[in-house]
């Protein structure tokens, strides 16, 4: 993954919005990394959600807006399956997130639609996908916080 300090000011908008999803990318990464087993798969909380769930939930939906694949069982995509590694999962989330940043750096405008919108009825601007992707990789980031936290005491970046 990129960097794993946010980006600085004076860069151009594309670069910016990149390097603070990439950060927040990292961030995720981390927290499942070196996490012990059961618990980086255990729910740390009633809603079910674990570290190793949130891994996985971003992977699909990375590759939902940058890959334009769909998932018929978005409730799933939060759920590892008991043959599913943790060093499986985190290696499927890095590669989404190379293929995505190709995706990214390909794109000319930040105005244009996405090139591969899972549902072509619809395609967001990269701008819309880049701010919602910070957005939603940054509540999950905050949720890994928390959850490894209660596993090991492991607190920061």
């Not at 939906?61 to 939060?78: K, N």
């Not at 293929?99 to 930040?110: M, S, Y």
Request: net charge negative.
């Amino acid at each position: 993954m990129a960097d794993t300090k946010p980006p600085r000011g004076g860069a151009d908008e594309k670069t910016t919005l990149l390097g603070f999803l990439d950060y927040l990318r990292s961030a995720v990464a981390d927290k499942a990394t070196g996490a012990p087993e059961p618990q980086v798969r255990t729910p740390g909380v009633p809603s079910g959600t674990s570290v190793l769930g949130l891994v996985k939930h971003l992977t699909v939906v990375e590759r939902f807006y940058f890959l334009g694949e769909d998932t018929a069982d978005w409730a799933g995509s939060m759920r590892p399956t008991s043959e599913e590694t943790a060093e499986q999962l985190l290696a499927d989330y890095r590669t989404a997130v190379e293929q995505a940043n190709r995706v990214i750096e390909a794109c000319p405008d930040l105005s244009l639609p996405i090139p591969h919108p899972p549902r072509p009825a619809s395609a967001p601007t990269m701008r819309w996908v880049l701010a919602h992707m910070i957005e939603e990789t940054g509540r999950h980031a905050g949720h890994a916080d928390i959850l490894r936290e209660q596993i090991d005491g492991s607190t920061g970046r």
